[in-house]
């Protein structure tokens, strides 16, 4: 199975709160584990990435929790802003390191001053 | 930052026209993919490419589509009698070499088949 599936398909929360997107795949075959943000016209953005072997991964505001016999893994983004406000794309790409990237379903996220 | 441009940003097509998308990846990068986007839906692979040759095509991908390294920079996507339903986004991305290398993004090619 090659979905990933994402949730909240939308997202508002106040600025400063925590914003919390959840994925959740079924292919064990996926090992690398990418977040992308995209803004209104513009091509995903590379945020953070993770590798199964890792359960947590922070960088800076911005924190990835993986939790492998779940198959789950999910976003934080801490003390949100509104220039956070994007839509956000959990992802997953097989072995091999150069195989195609399936996304999820994407989170639209306003955060509200 | 190196980055993936792509041109034009839009392109408006009457179906049943050919129409090439462009690319340019970002230098010293040797995988390369299209992407593309329906309107408030998620980004679907269609195509990549490495060493000239297509390594994994989408069942979207069919002989309609057609993708080529022309030159020692450009990556083209080429749909050769457009739908109506060929209406979308359409991203290029490249990856450089090395496991857990991340696919770059260029800002995509808005088509509009009228």
């Known amino acids: 199975q090659q979905q990933v599936k994402q949730s909240p398909q939308s997202l508002i929360v106040q600025k400063g709160g925590i914003s919390i997107i959840n994925c959740a795949y079924e292919?064990?075959?996926?090992?690398?584990f990418p977040w992308y943000q995209q803004f209104p016209g513009k091509g995903p953005a590379l945020l953070i990435a993770?590798?199964?072997?890792?359960s947590e991964k922070k960088e800076g505001r911005f924190t990835i929790s993986f939790n492998k016999s779940a198959k789950q893994f999910s976003l934080h983004i801490m003390d949100s802003q509104p220039g956070d406000s994007a839509t956000y794309f959990c992802?997953?790409?097989?072995?091999?390191?150069?195989?195609?990237?399936?996304f999820g379903t994407g989170t639209k996220l306003q955060v509200i001053p | 930052e190196p980055e993936v441009t792509q041109t034009p940003s839009h392109q408006v097509t009457q179906m049943g026209q050919e129409v090439i998308l462009r690319c340019v990846p970002i230098?010293?990068?040797?995988?390369f993919y299209w992407y593309r986007q329906i309107l408030g839906q998620k980004v679907e692979f269609l195509v990549s490419?490495?060493?000239?040759?297509?390594?994994?095509k989408s069942e979207i991908f069919d002989d309609q589509f057609s993708v080529e390294r022309p030159d020692g920079s450009n990556f083209t996507l080429k749909i050769r009698s457009t739908k109506l339903e060929d209406s979308a986004m359409y991203f290029c991305?490249?990856?450089?070499?090395?496991?857990?290398?991340?696919?770059?993004f260029g800002d995509g090619t808005r088509l509009s088949i009228l």
């Open positions: 992802a997953a790409r097989g072995s091999g390191g150069y195989q195609k990237v399936t």
């Open positions: 292919n064990t075959a996926f090992d690398y």
């Open positions: 993770i590798r199964p072997d890792v």
């Open positions: 230098s010293n990068h040797l995988y």
């Open positions: 490419f490495y060493n000239n040759e297509i390594s994994e």
């Open positions: 991305a490249s990856q450089d070499s090395g496991l857990y290398q991340p696919q770059h």
